[in-house]
């Protein structure tokens, strides 16, 4: 009787282990992609039915190829290619929803060809193909602006210059691109700290009853001399004359 109970209880404990080794959960870590990596299966990734697993470099990884920039519509195909300055696309989108994805530049649909005539560019200026020969905000590259210096104002072959000078200037005070119009023609590299016609800026012109000439970037009035040297006017007076002959005088005063 004893043996018979005996017996069944290690029946019922085979049973259950049994049950056990059957039914516990398979262990594994998710991915970054949804994907579980399973240790000692063989194929050591599962993806999802909408995910693609792609391989590079001994690596596999769950991917979905109507988004991922760095597989966009087949595995290893980067919209954004590492250390090509000229990059044909910068995002992956699925346009016809069919679960492939295309290469685009930002969301203008464009694909660039990489060229310097057609390159994507994506910073605070926009994004789109721009043209790095004539680009005024990339000028010869993606992160090369002619407007946002004082040493040019557009692009020309890749090249910021000022106006029709053919090269830009210095950028400093003493070499500072200014216009005297909107299409170029009379630009100059001025020394804004010497120059009347662009005293302490562009087109700040030094002439009563501001002052007769500019020093260290500000106009002044006088005659300039160890004696009587060239000072600005004190609120409430203003420049009368010129040279030798100019002198400080009350606002309104000047005959």
Partial sequence: MRFALLLRVLVVAAAAASLAACTAPVQGENNQDGGIVIPDAGDPTRCRSEETLCEEDGNAECVYLDSDEEN????????EPAGDENAIGWTCADPEADGVGECSCGQTGALCDGSAGATCCNDAKGVGCFDLTSSDDHCGSCTTPCTDTDMADHCESSVCVCGDLGSGCEGSLESTCCMDDV????????DLLSSEQDCGACG?????PMGDRCRNGQCVCGPGTPEVPAVACAEGMECCGSGKAATCVTADSCG
């Fill in 72 to 79: 966009c519509g087949e595995c290893g195909n980067a919209c």
């Fill in 183 to 190: 299409d170029g023609t009379g630009a100059r590299c001025a």
């Fill in 204 to 208: 700040a012109v030094c002439q009563p």
